[in-house]
């Protein structure tokens, strides 16, 4: 019921101007919608019982009526031309074209998480995003295998990741904040554990976050050896990145600062070491079908690894 009550809610909280035309089209054209149910009920209504069976035989027929016809015809074409108008007018708005696209972050969907690439820095993080407050940012988003859509319902429009043709779009927050996101078009079995969050930060938080993000975390072995052998030694490296150390793979989550996000396999459950070491002994327990197999590994490896993991921050 929760995330019931978040899907409802969260179109009508907008944080930015983008969000905000197209909640205002949003709630526009489910008030005309209404407007017409409530006149079609009405005259329903009215004929159900005016012209109901009185006992009198059959009512006199009538063939055609021109002002009626009319009427029912122009009413309905000026009503989608409205919407129509005001809905590219939006559009106009909220996406305004780029003839030479240099994005500023690059979305990519997986099934079933997100990877997120800022080419200006290289920083590479996987299920979250930090924008800073006030400035528009341009998104491209793809995806990997089959489409996805890319939806954060307070900072902006929905779009659609699909495979080789990458797809553009602007984002921007207003306000500091923490938004919820999601992925919003079915792509398979685990579609509803493909959630991510994107943090709206002061610009020096920012920037701060992003030289965070590039420092090595080699060292980190060092606090946890055994952990760090065992991961390096299982086939968690053919997958996986941890920056500044030998895992460089990119087929499953970059997994540098997994131990300050908030939730594991992409909003499945709260990232805690009970968690983490539940999550990598067996994966397919939380998250059916997805692609991280189940290692066979003992309960010690497993909470070796968990130590290490939950140390990169």
């Given at each position: 019921m929760r995330y019931v009550s978040l899907a409802i809610a969260l179109p009508f909280g907008p944080v930015s101007g983008m969000a905000r035309e197209t909640s205002y089209l949003f709630i526009w054209v489910v008030a005309l919608c209404l407007v017409i149910l409530g006149v079609v009920v009405f005259f329903t209504a009215r004929n159900v019982i005016k012209f109901r069976d009185k006992g009198q035989g059959t009512p006199p027929q009538t063939f055609g009526n021109n002002k009626l016809e009319i009427m029912?015809?122009?009413?309905?074409?000026?009503?989608?031309?409205?919407?129509?108008?005001?809905?590219?007018?939006?559009?106009?708005?909220?996406?305004?074209?780029v003839a030479h696209p240099h994005p500023d972050l690059e979305v990519i969907g997986h099934?079933?998480?997100?990877?997120?690439?800022?080419?200006?820095?290289?920083?590479?993080?996987?299920?979250?995003?930090?924008?800073?407050?006030?400035?528009?940012?341009?998104?491209?988003?793809?995806?990997?295998?089959?489409?996805?859509?890319?939806?954060?319902?307070?900072?902006?429009?929905?779009?659609?990741?699909i495979p080789g043709h990458p797809n553009?779009?602007?984002?921007k927050s207003d306000k500091t904040g923490t938004f919820q996101g999601t992925c919003s078009l079915y792509c398979g079995s685990e579609h509803a554990w493909m959630r991510l969050i994107v943090y709206?930060?002061?610009?020096a938080k920012f920037n701060q976050w992003q030289r965070s993000q590039l420092i090595s975390q080699a060292s980190v072995a060092s606090l946890h050896p055994h952990g760090a052998k065992e991961f390096f030694?299982?086939?968690c490296i053919s997958c996986h990145a941890v920056r500044g150390?030998?895992?460089?793979?990119?087929?499953?989550?970059?997994?540098?600062?997994?131990?300050a996000r908030p939730w594991l396999g992409a909003g499945v459950m709260k990232n805690t070491l009970h968690n983490m070491k539940l999550w990598i002994f067996d994966p397919q327990k939380y998250k059916p079908d997805c692609y991280m197999p189940d290692l066979h590994l003992k309960h010690r490896q497993a909470d070796a690894i968990a130590r290490y993991l939950e140390a990169l921050k």
């Open positions: 029912w015809t122009a009413i309905p074409l000026v009503a989608v031309t409205v919407v129509y108008i005001f809905t590219v007018l939006v559009m106009h708005w909220t996406d305004p074209s099934q079933w998480w997100w990877e997120v690439h800022y080419p200006k820095t290289g920083v590479v993080t996987a299920n979250e995003i930090y924008i800073p407050t006030h400035k528009r940012l341009l998104i491209e988003v793809r995806s990997t295998d089959v489409i996805h859509s890319f939806w954060v319902p307070q900072l902006g429009r929905k779009m659609n990741c553009y779009f602007w984002i709206a930060v002061p610009l030694s299982h086939t150390t030998i895992a460089h793979a990119d087929y499953a989550p970059n997994l540098s600062d997994i131990g």
